[in-house]
């Protein structure tokens, strides 16, 4: 099974940059005015997941929902994790306060162009 997670934005670039540069997901493929939608997909060609950021020429507002929708990267090894979250800083990316006391402590919220979150969660999913 793959996975893609899709929605539009009117910061296109910033949002690539965001996940490209600062997360560090690698673009595996962008197309440029289909049907008046222009998008970028990140991810990993070996990965079964990718995200798809769109614009459309007419516009696409995009308000962030709530605080609490989150994209989680999951990040297992200390030096990994280390690493994701240096790369965010040094891209000039703070993190922002969680809204849920869950990821305090032991993982860093950051908020995209658009407001949405991301999580870099140090460990496992479904970790007891």
């Not at 297992?76 to 402590?105: F, I, L, T």
Request: some cysteine; proline content about 6%.
């Amino acid at each position: 099974m793959q996975i893609r997670v899709a929605r539009p934005t009117d910061k296109l670039d910033e949002v690539v940059s965001f996940y490209r540069d600062g997360l560090g997901l690698r673009i595996i493929a962008d197309f440029k005015n289909h049907s008046g939608y222009s998008g970028v997909m990140l991810g990993s060609p070996v990965d079964q997941f990718h995200l798809e950021f769109t614009h459309a020429v007419g516009g696409s507002p995009c308000p962030a929902p709530t605080k609490d929708n989150l994209l989680v990267f999951y990040f297992a090894e200390d030096n990994v994790y280390a690493a994701a979250v240096q790369r965010m800083k040094d891209h000039g990316y703070e993190p922002v306060e969680a809204e849920n006391p869950y990821w305090k402590g032991k993982s860093y919220t950051f908020e995209d162009p658009d407001g949405w979150r991301v999580v870099i969660y140090h460990g496992q999913a479904f970790e007891n």
